[in-house]
């Protein structure tokens, strides 16, 4: 699995988030802001390191190019440290017998994508509404895209119903 | 044009949502651009049956993508559109222009 790698100016310093460890380059961010040809090298030498388990020799070699990048014009003091590895949020979960439903009705070569589809949306919907109104939205996708296929079951059933009890 | 080859409103819509989204056409991303460019809610479902039918005519092709955590690891199914697809989705908004061309609206429709 692949590192992401996100940048974030925090105060005066430049925070380095590389999947759930956090680097801060300390005092970096005017430095930065002033040389983007600074954070230029940060980011290729951290982009190089993915997938690296050292990743931390790495973000020293990014380090040494930023101070390198920065000798002249600006006199700045940057140290490094790495921050204590922060647990990642855990992705809510979509109603189970919801998906249970979908499975059981959508056709089976396209089911799994579908189903990761609607995962995916209600992750987006839990992060921008929250979870209660996105198991709802969940609830609404699953029960517009099997009701024709339940509507068809409960017809198949009452024709077979009728036809037994005509006799045919 | 054959009866095969015609297209229903909500197929060009989809059909015009895959070419937008060019490389990056998926479930979502197909559902998010209707959203945005029609300014109405589409429900995923009608997507993929849209999706399905356009794919039995031969208007777009799919191809399994990478799977991701946020989808429960579960593989994205990317579609684009066929050169076929193409010349029927052409031909159906020029037949409409055609119709439309020199037509008014009045009143408060204007």
Known sequence: ???EISFYIQGDDLLVCVSSRNYIFRDAANAIKANPAA????VENIVESEGNPHIGSHLNLALRELRNSLHHGHN???EFTQSEPTSPTPLPNPPQFATYLYAA????????????????????NAERFGETRARRLYWLEVGLAI????RRLITGIIAYYLKGKIGL | MQMNDSLKQNEQEVMLAVMRKNSDAYGVSIHEELEKRLKRKVALATIYATLAA???????????????????GRAKMYFEITGKGQTALNASLVALDRLRAGTKFAGAMA
Not at chain 2, 54 to 72: M, P, T, Y
């Open chain 1, 1 to 3: 699995m692949k590192d």
């Open chain 1, 105 to 124: 009705f959508a056709a089976k070569n396209s089911s799994e994508s579908q189903l990761g589809d609607l995962e995916e949306m209600f992750v987006k």
């Open chain 2, 54 to 72: 356009l794919e039995q005519k031969g208007f777009i092709k799919s191809r399994k993508g990478e799977a991701s955590a946020e989808r429960g």
């Open chain 1, 76 to 78: 700045v003091d940057i």
């Open chain 1, 39 to 42: 954070f230029d090298a940060v």
């Open chain 1, 147 to 150: 009701m024709p296929a339940v």
